[in-house]
């Protein structure tokens, strides 16, 4: 594999990335949601607590009435918890396009963050986390959805600005290895979201390998 950062291409859990609907081209506009997990969960929880609160209520529990009632409590409030999977199933979006990202769960808020606007960029291990003009960041979890377009659209925007990496500004003797260091991640993840297609596409790797490194591909 000719890639400079092939080292950080690690296993990540199989499950949630199992999940994930892939993209077939890693620079595809998406629009991604858990409806799959949240369903599988929601759908089947509040079908059974339904069924057991009902057989609970219509049963003869004259000898237990008070067992009856907290079981029907229980079965309630477990019910609304999956009920609460199943919203977030089919309210709760991310997207990702060539100028922004955003995040929204309807009715209760909506970000994005364009590109052009990132203002800091951090990583936990399992997320960027992304700032722009707000202090809120928008999460860019690396097992739970590809966001392959994401990743190159930042790459693509550290070729031309600097911005603050972790806590580390620009002034600060310590960014240009940090600044490296982001820049073999995001490739590092974009790289592993899509590895046989590029290995399929040398020139789209090129590009890629050149972006890890700040430059441009020979040739353009």
């Not at 936990?124 to 003009?133: D, E, I, L, T």
């Not at 940090?178 to 789209?204: F, G, K, T």
Request: proline share 6%; net charge positive; hydrophobic share 45%.
């Amino acid at each position: 594999m000719s890639f400079p950062v092939g080292a950080l291409v690690a296993a990540a859990p199989s499950f949630q990335r199992a999940l994930r609907k892939m993209s077939k081209y890693p620079r595809e506009p998406r629009v991604l949601s858990q409806a799959r997990i949240c369903f599988a969960i929601g759908w089947p929880g509040t079908v059974l607590m339904a069924f057991t609160a009902i057989v609970l209520a219509t049963a003869d529990e004259a000898s237990r009435p008070d067992d009856a009632t907290l079981g029907i409590i229980c079965c309630s409030i477990m019910m609304l918890v999956c009920m609460w999977f199943l919203w977030i199933g089919y309210k709760r979006h991310f997207g990702v396009d060539n100028q922004k990202f955003w995040f929204r769960f309807v009715p209760f808020f909506y970000r994005e963050i364009c590109y052009a606007d990132i203002r800091r960029i951090t990583f936990n291990g399992v997320c960027f986390g992304v700032f722009g003009k707000r202090k809120k960041p928008i999460g860019l979890a690396i097992n739970v959805f590809d966001l392959t377009l994401a990743y190159l659209r930042i790459l693509e925007e550290m070729r031309i600005r600097r911005f603050t990496v972790g806590k580390i500004e620009p002034h600060d003797p310590r960014w240009p290895e940090a600044w490296q260091d982001m820049r073999n991640r995001l490739a590092a993840e974009a790289y592993r979201n899509h590895q046989n297609y590029y290995d399929s596409h040398p020139a789209e790797l090129q590009e890629l390998n050149a972006l890890a490194v700040g430059r441009y591909p020979v040739g353009s």
